[in-house]
Nanobody
Framework: QVQLVESGGGLVQAGGSLRLSCAVS????????MGWFRQAPGKERAFVAA????????PYADSVKGRFIISRDNAKNTVYLQMNSLKPEDTAVYFC?????????????????WGQGTQVTVSS
């Protein structure tokens, strides 16, 4: 049974930083391409960033490009999302997701496993 557990969310002022973590258990992280998505109240779940199984491909949503960085540490079975220069519009529940395969997709339907999410709130 694959499980994903996000952590690192919280309340931060605009301009601040947070680092989210996603711990994978049940299978080793090296089997998966990984993604981060977010869902704001009243909105659909949206793509944020993804990383291929080898780490060589890292697509980002235009809204976070240049501010967020996705990375992976296969030895720790953990994926990270470093979020800098946070804005109030970044407020959402952030989810990590895993898919068996090499490629980093941006579509939610491509992912097989999901975490429960962690709340990020950015105050103005």
């Amino acid at each position: 049974q694959v499980q994903l557990v996000e952590s690192g969310g919280g309340l931060v002022q605009a301009g601040g930083s947070l680092r989210l973590s996603c711990a994978v258990s049940g299978r080793t992280l090296s089997n998966f391409a990984m993604g981060w998505f977010r869902q704001a109240p009243g909105k659909e779940r949206a793509f944020v960033a993804a990383i291929g199984r080898s780490g060589g491909s890292t697509p980002y949503a235009d809204s976070v490009k240049g501010r967020f960085i996705i990375s992976r540490d296969n030895a720790k079975n953990t994926v990270y999302l470093q979020m800098n220069s946070l804005k109030p519009e970044d407020t959402a529940v952030y989810f990590c997701a895993a898919r068996s395969g090499n490629l980093a997709y941006t579509q939610t339907e491509k992912y097989d496993y999901w975490g429960q999410g962690t709340q990020v709130t950015v105050s103005s």
